[in-house]
């Protein structure tokens, strides 16, 4: 698998997807998240990385039980088997999926997580309460 990258724009309030592909020929790649093609002024991937205006953000490879892909930045809701506890967690990085979470001793299900929303435009999902 290709590594696949959104990033943030800080300036606009908006991601950008498949930032990976940012090269003077192939810019028509990178689109917002409503499938349309994105305008930026960057000329490669790295302008993404190397940016302060952007964050850029890797896919974990894993989809959430509606099929949505969980990227880094993720805010994730998990549930515990028998159970109506809630959990919500800030996806941290993206190399063990049993760590991943800001929560090191939690160990769920990844089949039964949903991604609820992000850390730029949800930041209080991680405030509220459930259970």
């Known amino acids: 698998m290709v590594p696949k990258f959104?990033?943030?724009?800080?300036?606009?309030?908006?991601?950008?997807?498949?930032?990976?592909y940012a090269y003077d020929t192939l810019?028509?790649?990178?689109?917002?998240g409503n499938g349309e093609y994105a305008e930026?002024?960057?000329?490669?991937?790295g302008s993404f990385l190397n940016n302060k205006r952007y964050v850029a953000?890797?896919?974990?490879?894993l989809k959430d039980v509606n099929g949505k892909e969980i990227y880094v930045g993720d805010i994730i809701e998990t549930?515990?088997?028998?159970?109506?506890q809630y959990n919500k967690y800030l996806v941290k990085n993206m190399w063990d999926p049993h760590v991943w979470?800001?929560?090191?001793?939690s160990y769920y299900d990844l089949s039964k997580m949903e991604v609820?929303?992000?850390?730029?435009?949800?930041?209080k999902l991680l405030e509220a309460k459930h259970g």
């Open 27 to 32: 810019s028509g790649f990178v689109k917002y």
């Open 57 to 61: 953000e890797q896919y974990t490879g």
């Open 116 to 123: 609820k929303g992000n850390v730029h435009t949800n930041p």
């Open 6 to 20: 959104r990033a943030w724009d800080k300036e606009n309030e908006i991601y950008l997807y498949n930032v990976q």
């Open 40 to 45: 930026y002024d960057e000329d490669c991937f």
């Open 79 to 84: 549930t515990i088997e028998d159970c109506i």
């Open 101 to 105: 979470m800001s929560d090191p001793d």
